[in-house]
């Protein structure tokens, strides 16, 4: 950030010293005009940039851990803690956000419900097929795979109405959504479901491998975790091309992308496996919570989540775990809504850390 010229001392003035503009070799750059007028400030200003740099450096320090800009509004300088839980209902499943909201499934009554993400708040519970297991957000609409009808229904995300259900394959299970498809993984049917995101239009089914179950996009590919045979697939998403297979251990399941790597939970190991997505390649595998399940990323950790109620945070650079917290209970999905991470309990309620 530049500041306005200073042109003499005046205590009344200050500077507004940013970290990454401390990695500037230009000292005009970080402070204006500055380093011409007053050599003294500018001295002054490499000693914070130094001391802001090596506090950057220190792992575990909050500068370390830096938070996105909701966090910090909200002054969430602290660790993992089960901030407040909404009391559903049923036998949840599946979790998603839509920029305002997170949307749960319900097993139990075959719906999903709308949870204002700010304060809790139900806004609606709204019917959906057979065994709703997972959801995912497309920009305007949700998308739920109801695991028993085998098909998948998209409702609009204002108001919960239904504008469509769509045939997949045996037992759909998680989605993932590439910016015009939607993409489902069919636990029973051993392959992948390609829908166009705008009509639902079937544009492909795909093999896979056994019982795939998780399913996430990179920005160019599809992952898809195969949770019999222990194995994680790569996608060319515009063709659906096979491009890599790779083991990663016994029973993987949920995926999430970090903006360079695939993360899988392993439910059996229990482990959560970091995946370089450029070459699908294994670059570290962490301790994770018991029934690992489900997986996500907030901008700089990554969370996992596991059927016996833990919850654990890496450190997405280095996989160093940062909190663990127990909710109990069975937890099935995990979702950031920008500010806080939410899991869904089996038992029917939802949490926010």
């Known amino acids: 950030m530049k500041t306005h010229t200073i042109n003499s001392y005046d205590p009344t003035e200050y500077l507004i010293v940013k970290p990454e503009n401390c990695r500037t070799q230009d000292a005009s750059a970080l402070t204006g005009t500055i380093g011409m007028h007053d050599p003294v400030r500018l001295r002054s200003l490499t000693i914070i940039c130094t001391a802001l740099l090596v506090l950057l450096s220190l792992p575990g320090t909050l500068l370390a851990q830096v938070k996105n800009a909701q966090q910090v509004a909200l002054l969430a300088w602290y660790q993992a803690n089960l901030t407040t839980s909404i009391q559903v209902g049923g036998q949840l499943s599946g979790l998603t956000f839509d920029g305002a909201n997170i949307w749960v499934t319900n097993l139990a009554t075959n719906s999903v419900t709308k949870i204002r993400a700010n304060d809790g708040a139900i806004l609606g519970t709204f019917a959906v097929g057979n065994a709703p297991e997972f959801a995912t957000f497309d920009g305007a609409g949700v998308w739920v795979s109801n ?173 160093a775990l940062l909190d663990s917290v127990n909710v109990g209970g069975a937890l099935n999905s995990s979702a950031f809504d920008g500010a806080n991470v939410w899991v869904s309990n089996y038992y029917g309620t939802v949490s926010k850390l």
């Open 147 to 319: 695991a028993r009808d085998n098909t998948v229904t998209k409702l609009r995300a204002a108001d919960g109405m239904v504008l469509g259900t769509y045939p997949t394959g045996a037992w759909p299970m998680e989605l993932a959504f590439d910016g015009s498809n939607i993409w489902v993984a069919n636990i029973n049917g051993n392959s992948l479901t390609k829908l166009r995101a705008s009509d639902g239009v079937n544009l492909a089914t795909i093999t896979v491998g056994v019982r795939p179950w998780g399913v996430v996009f990179d920005g160019t590919n599809i992952w898809v975790t195969n949770e019999s045979d222990g194995t994680l697939m790569k996608l060319r998403a515009s063709d659906g091309a096979r491009l890599a297979t790779i083991s990663v251990g016994s029973g993987p399941a949920g995926l999430a992308f970090d903006g360079a790597n695939v993360w899988v939970a392993g439910f059996y190991m229990p482990k959560v496996v970091k995946v370089r997505a450029s070459d699908a390649t294994i670059v570290g595998s962490y301790a994770a919570p018991q029934g690992a399940n489900s997986v996500v990323f907030d901008g700089v950790n990554i969370w996992v989540a596991g059927s016996y109620g833990g919850v654990t945070k890496l450190r997405a650079s280095n996989g």
